[in-house]
């Protein structure tokens, strides 16, 4: 499976993006799928994940109530809305497939990853 994310981009503080992360196939499994984020000089970090039929969602808490997971089955693709977007959120984002259903936390839950996109926020 290969991961196609897109969406990033340079947007000023308070200001919004949607990211896309697509699918090349569905997979056998019902995966959730994650989105983690890494800053320059930073370990990647979990924002947000979606199970299957996108009836449980798990968020960071850093972008808790700023940032919507949501998923479209039927074109093999997820998305983050990101709303009042802060410097800190300024990173490369990635997409990763789950091993499993459940949405995790850890990268260790997740099988295939994307290349990843890049947000700047600017203040």
């Known amino acids: 499976v290969q991961l196609q994310a897109s969406g990033g981009g340079l947007v000023q503080a308070g200001g919004s993006l949607r990211l896309s992360c697509t699918a090349s196939?569905?997979?056998?499994?019902?995966?959730?799928v994650g989105w983690f984020r890494q800053a320059p000089g930073k370990e990647r970090v979990f924002v947000a994940a979606?199970?299957?039929?996108?009836?449980?969602?798990v968020y960071a808490d850093s972008v808790k109530g700023r940032f919507t997971i949501s998923r479209d089955n039927s074109k093999n693709t997820v998305y983050l809305q990101m709303n009042n977007l802060k410097d800190d959120d300024t990173a490369t984002y990635y997409c990763a497939v789950g091993r499993g259903s459940y949405p995790g936390r850890a990268d260790r839950e997740y099988l295939y990853w994307g290349q990843g996109t890049q947000v700047t926020v600017s203040s």
């Open positions: 979606i199970s299957w039929r996108g009836g449980s969602t």
């Open positions: 196939k569905r997979t056998s499994s019902n995966n959730a």
